[in-house]
């Protein structure tokens, strides 16, 4: 009698784990949910891991750590799209996930995206934007388009009041797009102008901040992202990148 027993509560455990990792019992079907891994390194144009990258596929996401890894499990097996974000800047990789681990190829961020400059700007130096008297200050720009038809030629800053203006004058072949002015990593965004027309040469645009924005403890830098008319497929699109120190420099 008692072996009858242990026989039983051997088959419920059994039974319990078939059951475990079956997703579909209403239709009488077993039927195991099958998932997989993706793993990748980022690097940068110099080969360097690069480490705080945002890495998303569907709902899933991790940060890359000091050797540029990351790994996002559970992903259920199928094709799917990648999503990497770094200071702005987003690469998108189709992945096929399969059963098990799966990794990717590395990704490089930085690489052809970012032309010498034979005259790096002097910071401090005077600079007119729209008529007006600005201070250079140094900055980083990255863009990502096929024909390399936006380049940054000066960016400065100047002290009205309680604002911080910032001017950025560049050359570009683009007819319209969309120029938004933000603050990651929370993404606080100060400006959005939606359906910029471009004039065919130099533009100059100039944002305005309020200063004690800028002096807040979360702003560590500015990003200023400027699309092209193709902005939804992101084929065109550029970024410029501020220290906010260096803009409230002597302020």
Not at 227 to 244: N, R, T
Request: glycine share 10%; hydrophobic share 40%.
């Amino acid at each position: 009698m008692f072996k009858n027993r242990n026989m039983f509560l051997v088959l419920i455990v059994g039974l319990a784990v078939v059951l475990s990792g079956c997703t579909d019992l209403s239709s009488g079907q077993i039927s195991a949910t099958r998932t997989g891994s993706v793993t990748g390194i980022v690097k940068d144009a110099h080969d360097k891991p690069l480490h705080g990258v945002n890495i998303t596929i569907g709902k899933k996401t991790d940060v890359t750590n000091n050797s540029g890894l990351f790994l996002i499990s559970d992903i259920q097996i199928g094709s799917h799209i990648l999503v990497a974000e770094y200071k702005g800047e987003y690469q998108e990789v189709p992945v096929i996930v399969k059963e098990g681990a799966n990794s990717i190829n590395t990704l490089v961020f930085g690489e052809k995206n970012k032309p010498e400059d034979p005259t790096p700007p002097v910071t401090g130096e005077k600079i007119e934007l729209d008529g007006k008297e600005f201070s250079t200050v140094l900055y980083d720009y990255k863009y990502k388009n096929s024909a390399g038809d936006w380049h940054v030629l000066e960016v400065g800053r100047r002290v009205e009041d309680d604002m911080i203006l910032v001017g950025v004058k560049f050359t570009t072949t683009w007819e319209s797009g969309r120029v938004s002015f933000f603050n990651p990593p929370n993404g606080k965004l100060f400006m959005q102008a939606k359906d910029v027309e471009y004039i065919n040469g130099e533009n100059t645009i100039i944002f305005g901040i309020e200063k004690n924005t800028l002096q807040s403890p979360e702003a560590d830098f500015i990003t200023m992202k400027f699309m092209s008319q193709s902005y939804k497929e992101l084929d065109d699109a550029g970024w410029v990148f501020l220290d906010v120190a260096n803009v409230l420099k002597g302020i």
